[in-house]
């Protein structure tokens, strides 16, 4: 599983290079259209993360907290001259996440989670005739991420032991996009749904006792996102600054039950229904 992650990385190394070999070295003037803005930019930022599982009407666990995330993007979705705009993102995350769940045996406890992760997305579509800049998009990501549970203390005042979980994501996302334009600044306000088109997770169970990890694949359900996002500044600088508020999610189903051993014993284990809601804020320095 963590080759997926060093995968995601390359693609990301290799794509930085493309990126700045697309941008024009003198872009074209409409007569209707401001020039076209700066589009590459590096961003960073913070998001409120939650992360819960559910046994039917039963809440499992909850994991809160703040996530840090530094990225780079291609934006042509703030061009207003752009026939077909589209968005290629990257970006890490990273965050030291309060866990407030249970044992196996279903025994309160309390820890800490870490998250890292890297996300690449690919968004694009048409631009519809009219005066009013109105996008249909489709797109495209890779989300793979590592969830580390750390040693916690039960009710009972027992140690749990904390175990590892990789992730790896292929999601598809659909929705319209709204463009908003000035002389002094650009908005872009996007909304849609999302959907786990391949979805894989090793759980580590060797660390805590088992004869061997498992291998599992969550349920794949339809979720939602938004993103609004502006920039500024005069359209002749070479550089700008700009701002994006962003929700994100995942909804997953139960997984299939996988069977692993211990000293002799078998146990069914899967992964529960699994609720992710991202609600984030970034600054962005366009070059």
Known sequence: MRSHLWVTLTLCMIALPAVFADEPTSPAVFADEPTSTPSFALNAGVESFRWKEFNGDQRLLSETGPRLTV???????????????????????????????????GVSAQTDVDYFGVNAEVMGGLRLAGSLHMDLLGGLGVDTWI?????????????????????????GKLGPGFLFQSEARRSYLQFGLKYPLYTYERAYLSNIGFDSDVDLSPGRQLSGYAKWQMNWGRETDKTRFGVSIYYDSYRFSSSASKTVSAAGTLFSVHQPESHMDVLGARLEYYY
């Open 71 to 105: 990225g780079f993007m291609l934006d042509h979705l703030l061009q207003g001259d752009q026939t077909n705009p589209y968005a290629v993102e990257a970006r890490a995350y990273l965050g030291v996440i309060d866990y407030d769940g249970q044992t196996q045996t």
């Open 147 to 171: 969830r580390d549970l750390q040693n916690g203390v039960t009710a009972n005042g027992s140690v749990a032991q904390g175990y590892q979980e990789d992730y790896f994501i292929l999601y």
